[in-house]
């Protein structure tokens, strides 16, 4: 099994960044697809962004292109979200997530492994 451990969250103004990081046990890190989800108060889980396995594919949800970028580096077992031009709509539970699939995906059912969450609040 893979532990993911996210860390980074905290609390920003409108239009500041932050960078979330996601730090993963086990020895097959670099074989398995990594997204980010993030979810609101009364609102169900959502896809934010997603990493393939060597890191040359990206693909993002509509309401952060342009403004977040995922990465990973399998030497370190980890993957990180820069969020920048933050809004007070970002505020949500951040959640690192891992699926064993060659492709990338973009449904919470999807992923096999979750971490515990960090809280990104966006202040107006």
């Known amino acids: 099994q893979v532990q993911l451990v996210e860390s980074g969250g905290g609390l920003v103004q409108a239009g500041g960044s932050l960078r979330l990081s996601c730090a993963a046990s086990?020895?097959?890190?670099?074989?398995?697809?990594m997204g980010w989800f993030r979810q609101a108060p009364g609102k169900e889980r959502e896809f934010v962004a997603v990493i393939s396995w060597s890191g040359g594919h990206t693909f993002y949800a509509d309401s952060v292109k342009g403004r977040f970028t995922i990465s990973r580096d399998n030497a370190k077992n980890t993957v990180s979200l820069q969020m920048n031009s933050l809004k007070p709509e970002d505020t949500a539970v951040y959640y690192c997530?891992?699926?064993?699939?060659?492709?990338?995906?973009?449904?919470?059912?999807?992923?096999?492994?979750w971490g515990q969450g960090t809280q990104v609040t966006v202040s107006s």
């Open positions: 997530a891992a699926a064993n699939t060659i492709v990338v995906v973009t449904t919470t059912r999807e992923y096999n492994y």
């Open positions: 086990g020895r097959t890190f670099s074989r398995y697809v």
